[in-house]
């Protein structure tokens, strides 16, 4: 199986019930992933269902003794922690909503410090805020707990924080860093795509939610897919193996740098333009901020820019963050 050197962590969003955790770990047993399964689940509504607490604790420990599966949990305070790894669980995990509040993170980072059981790794999510500075002092919190630290890029509204993620691998380059396309689309036809762009992007592995029956999940069941589907897309999913680059590629990274040069030059040129502007506003009293004539050039840009194949967003994105500076420059 080409998927051999990656971490693959499967199973439903919710224990559900005794069976249904042990149908779905046998159900991926082949694809020997970490066997994971909510019991506390930090719902939106307190009208949804919230997991079975530590009773589905048991559930998951009969996994692990008759499957010989590792198996993962979420935990959000110091008493999951605590019933978690007695109970035998491998692997912790915080989420998403958790991962947004550094005393939370702290005080779970101090009760493993202490704890006599030490789990084999604990994953956490990316925070629901796009705060990648949070997130690396989540890890960092997690570290200095003398913990196996492994990183989750969930995405944020449903949808990747790719920059976010880029960034904190690029920040911390040995960081392990696993893909939740699940949670990240939060759509059970987009999971086949994500997989194999996590692949593409050379993530370390996928935390990917999958149930028996999706449409009865008791949580999540938009995006879950079955244990047959997971298997599909694993043994299709195409790997690239980082190598040396070769000449070709060399070459083309020159013509990047190049063409960077001349962008960045274009750049500087035009914020000396826009500080002899600035001047000449102070000069006749003119508003900086002139509307009219933002709304005129960001227009013209995206009709010319949609002609060459560029994006509405990356167009928008770069004039806004282009505009802004130019206005800071002239206050
Ligand atoms: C989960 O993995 O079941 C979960 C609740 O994830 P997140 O924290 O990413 O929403
Ligand atoms: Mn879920």
Known sequence: MPYDSKILVAGPCSAENEKQVFESAQ??????????????????????FQGAGKEALVWLKRVKQELHMDIATEVATAEHIHLALEAGVDYLWIGARTAANPIQVQELADTLRHSAI?????????????????????????????MHVMAIHRGCNHRPCWAMSFELRRRMPQLVMLLDPSHMSGDASMV???????????????????????????????QQITPAQLAD?????????????DTELLALRQQIDETDDELWQLIAHRMTISKAIGQYKKEHQLPILQTDRYDAILRKRIDWAQ?????????????????????????
């Open 27 to 48: 159900a991926l047993a082949s694809l020997h992933p970490i066997f994971r399964a909510g019991v506390w689940k930090p719902r939106t509504s307190p009208l949804s």
């Open 118 to 146: 030490v789990p084999k790794g604990v994953f956490i999510k990316n925070p629901v805020n796009e705060d990648v500075g949070l997130w690396q002092g989540d890890i960092e919190r997690l570290q200095q707990a003398g």
């Open 192 to 222: 086949p795509t994500l997989c194999q762009q996590a692949m593409d992007l050379n993530y370390d592995g996928l935390m990917v939610e999958s149930h028996l029956h999706p449409s009865d999940a008791l949580s999540d069941a938009h």
């Open 233 to 245: 897309i694993i043994t299709h999913l195409e790997m690239r193996h980082p190598s040396t680059p």
């Open 307 to 331: 002609s060459k194949g560029l994006s509405e967003e990356l167009v928008r994105a770069v004039f806004e963050i282009i505009h802004k500076e130019s206005v800071e420059a002239q206050l």
